[in-house]
């Protein structure tokens, strides 16, 4: 019996899936609070249980999620049991030496990239795949293992994975890394823990820096990259290029991806499809059908507005995210839905999240979810937000009433952490306004 502490957590709830694929019995604990992830597990009658120390019990294999603390009491019950505590990484780890495993890292689009290649190896080779919202699936039968590879106190050097995919590389997690150097030393063993060779975004202007003995090639605009996306068109139907591999054509693609990042995660899924001899036709005919990841930019027509549902919580994601909507809906106003995610980063990017949210229409500013950090640590708030941003207020999940009066508008709603029902409560609100 495998057993998760904290299963409702995006990597858990994944490998819970792929568990029970595998043909293992699992179960696991979370709090009571609802999670986008639940809908995944229930799909898989993986049954899911309140913290209670009275669940753990002799002989079971205990995992235990990033985010919990060793004072848990299930992790208490563990101990007193004798059961040894398996962190996270360390299973995935263990999986990842049964099949030829390719690694998805960044600081930003690591979600995407590794849903995007995933739906195309599955549908062309077949794949097993775990990916940071909340999707895992494994067959013993396929060659391959895409995985994604959180950099979160250096947890992805627990892999030693095929191919080594970054996509970028940004400061972000400043409760753990010191200094952008310090977020370069740990790709640059990320990258050297990979077999074959290395794939990175060669228009980031880190990936150049890393050390690595092993085979690197660079994807991106730039002409000094080994994969080049040229004759870009951005339209409102999607993003078509003409793809060179090292001087050479390799094909047209035509995609309903908005956005300079999301056309940069294509041609990250893209060079790994050329290295393992993929036909181009195959591969953008594939990509076409890709729909994204969960909670990235996920679409909700609603009357004459767009409700859009995102992860977005670092500046550098919420700029590319607002990019991919003025894009897609050039004639729209823009309307963002904010919940700042830690006190820490609040804090390091207080400029930056001032700098990219006046640029919209109107900005609403929940309060700092301080996950594993508490306030009175940190000298921040979202006031100090607010009072910089033009034409921005504090909103709460009971004060949906204050979006009624956007019309014509795409309402993007970001963060991390599981808004759903704030998103449900306004799109039903809208809705009952207009009859």
């Known amino acids: 019996m495998y057993y998760l502490i904290g299963i409702k957590g995006t990597g858990m709830s994944a490998l819970a899936g792929i568990l029970k694929d595998l043909g293992y019995e699992v179960k696991g604990s979370d709090n009571d609070n609802h999670y986008f992830t639940e809908e995944g597990l229930k799909e898989k009658n993986i049954e899911v249980l309140s913290y209670d ?137 990320y990258a050297n823990n990979a077999e074959k060779m290395v794939i990175a975004c060669g228009d980031d202007p880190y990936t150049h820096s890393l050390e690595v003995d092993k085979p690197i090639f660079y994807y991106g605009l730039d002409e000094d990259n080994d994969i080049i996306a040229k004759e870009v068109e951005y339209t409102e139907n999607g993003t078509s290029f003409d793809v060179f591999i090292e001087d050479n054509y390799y094909g047209h693609f035509d995609l309903k991806l908005f956005g300079k990042h999301m056309l940069l995660d294509a041609l990250a899924v893209i060079s790994f499809c050329y290295y393992e001899r993929l036909e181009a036709k195959e591969v953008s005919k594939t990509l076409k059908t890709f729909e994204g ?17 995102d992860y977005a919580h670092h500046p550098a994601e919420i700029r590319a995210t607002l990019k991919a909507v003025n894009q897609k809906y050039p004639d729209k106003k823009t309307v963002v839905v904010f919940g700042p995610h830690t006190y820490s980063r609040t804090k390091a990017f207080k400029d930056d999240y001032i700098d990219v949210l006046s640029k919209v229409d109107k900005a609403y500013i929940m309060d700092i979810y301080g996950a594993r950090e508490n306030q009175e640590d940190f000298d921040i708030t979202s006031e100090d937000l607010i009072k910089e941003i033009p034409n921005s207020e504090s909103i709460s999940k009971d004060q949906i009433d204050k979006l009624l009066g956007a019309h014509n508008s795409v309402i993007i709603f970001m963060s991390p952490n599981d808004i759903t029902d704030m998103e449900k409560a306004y799109i039903e609100k809208y809705q009952n306004q207009a009859n």
Not at 293 to 309: C, G, Q, S
């Open 293 to 309: 990841a969960k909670r990235r930019f996920t679409e909700y027509p609603v009357l004459d507005n767009i409700v859009i549902d």
């Open 53 to 189: 120390p009275k669940n753990i019990q002799e002989g079971m294999y205990i995992i235990k999620g990033g985010a919990i603390k060793d004072d848990n009491t299930e992790v208490q019950r563990a101990l007193e049991l004798g059961l040894k505590i398996h962190p996270y990484e360390e299973m995935v780890a263990k999986l990842t030496t049964m099949f030829q495993t390719i690694t998805i890292a960044g600081c930003h689009g690591k979600t995407t990239t590794t849903s995007m290649l995933s739906h195309v190896l599955d549908e062309l080779r077949g794949a097993n795949y775990l990916i940071g919202d909340g999707t895992g699936h494994a067959n013993k039968e396929n060659k391959y293992f895409v995985l994604e590879a959180c950099e979160y106190k250096r947890h992805f050097l627990a892999y030693h994975p095929y191919y080594a995919i970054i996509t970028n590389i940004d400061l972000d997690h400043v409760d753990y890394y010191q200094d952008i150097d310090d977020v370069i030393s740990a790709y640059t063993e």
